[in-house]
């Protein structure tokens, strides 16, 4: 009987080492602070990840310092929520400095800021091609436990920020909503069309934190919002507007970056 023993014994070692387990694959989100902008990266539990949004041109040092930092390699994925300059600033430095493996976007480039055509020249030039996403289209979609589903737009307006992609990721029992810039009657349409809002922890405050639905006040209570903002012109945030939400607000002109993990059932701020 003893013979059998230690075998048995380095097959439990051996199960407990290359199973997959919560400890070792967690998902973190990262809302880098590039001042009056948006540029959030996701770190998937399979190594692989994503980067929506670029921040300004201006700002695009402090974000390729913060992605060499980590350290990153290589964007998987490149999220362009819409064509303002606030979001599509750093593309060009990131192309430069990062291999790029898929570029998406809303499609909309009639409502550009000034710039935007520079952005998808220097995008051809780097023989990358961008892939338009809509209602219903899901990255990642070969991972059972995670992914990242588009919400918003179904089809194009007349305003850039209402046609900003509004994205929705989900890891095991976690999920975080990423608004972007949509105004407050396009928040009313997601918020309807969401399946469930229990299991959304974390929420992207839209437009960096201004004009919240009514809905938006609603549903999300005791959640944790975050406001990726820095100075700017437009008053931005609305600092009556922040004082409705139900939950912990944490911003990015206030923190610096703001980093979340979670094993796929709870969430934390690690930084």
Known sequence: MK????PILTLCFLLCVVSPSRAWAPLRVHFIDVGYGDAIFIQFPDQSNALIDSGTAENADRLLRYLKD???????RFILTHSHRDHFGGIKSISDHFPIGQIYFNGDTT???EGFQSVLGHIKEKGLTWKKLARGDILCEEQPAFGLEV???????SSANNNALVLLLRYEETAVLFFSDIGPREQEEVIAALKVIDNIQLVQLPHHGSDFSQGLL???RDKIFVCSV???EYGIPDESELTKLKG???RTDV????????DGKDLRMIK
Do not use: C, Q, W
Not at 255 to 262: D, K, N, P, Q
């Open 111 to 113: 409502r550009a800021h």
């Open 218 to 220: 609603r549903e999300f």
């Open 151 to 157: 919400l918003h737009p179904s089809e194009l307006s």
């Open 248 to 250: 912990a607000v944490y």
């Open 230 to 232: 820095g100075p700017n």
């Open 70 to 76: 980590l350290p990153v390699a290589k964007i998987d």
């Open 3 to 6: 013979m059998f023993i230690f």
């Open 255 to 262: 923190l610096g970056t703001i980093v979340f993990e979670t």
